[in-house]
Nanobody, 124 residues
Framework: QVQLVESGGGLVQAGGSMRLSCAASGRTFSGSAMGWFRQGPGKEREFVASINNSGSTSDYADSVKGRFTISRDNAENKVRLQMRSLRPEDTALYYC?????????????????WGQGTQVTVLS
């Protein structure tokens, strides 16, 4: 089992920055690829970013590429999402996810463990 706890959400003005963190415990963190997903009001949950187990490879949704950066610290069992140039359409509940496997993935079903989410609201 893996437990994931997100933190760092809140309110921010459009154009601002915010950093989300996800603390993992349980199963070996360094063997798992990690992802961030989000679910906006009235929308389905969607892929945001993913990072492989070593942190050497990352993948981003087109909507956030160049604005968001995913990183991980295997010594601290944490994954982070640095968000810049935030837009009102980035408003969503952001979820951290872990998969049993080392490689990045974009599909929700390929992730085995999920956090409870942290709300990000971008004010226009």
């Amino acid at each position: 089992q893996v437990q994931l706890v997100e933190s760092g959400g809140g309110l921010v003005q459009a154009g601002g920055s915010m950093r989300l963190s996800c603390a993992a415990s349980g199963r070996t963190f360094s063997g798992s690829a990690m992802g961030w997903f989000r679910q906006g009001p009235g929308k389905e949950r969607e892929f945001v970013a993913s990072i492989n187990n070593s942190g050497s490879t990352s993948d981003y949704a087109d909507s956030v590429k160049g604005r968001f950066t995913i990183s991980r610290d295997n010594a601290e069992n944490k994954v982070r999402l640095q968000m810049r140039s935030l837009r009102p359409e980035d408003t969503a509940l952001y979820y951290c996810a872990a998969r049993i496997g080392p490689s990045t993935r974009r599909t929700l079903s390929e992730y085995n463990y999920w956090g409870q989410g942290t709300q990000v609201t971008v004010l226009s």
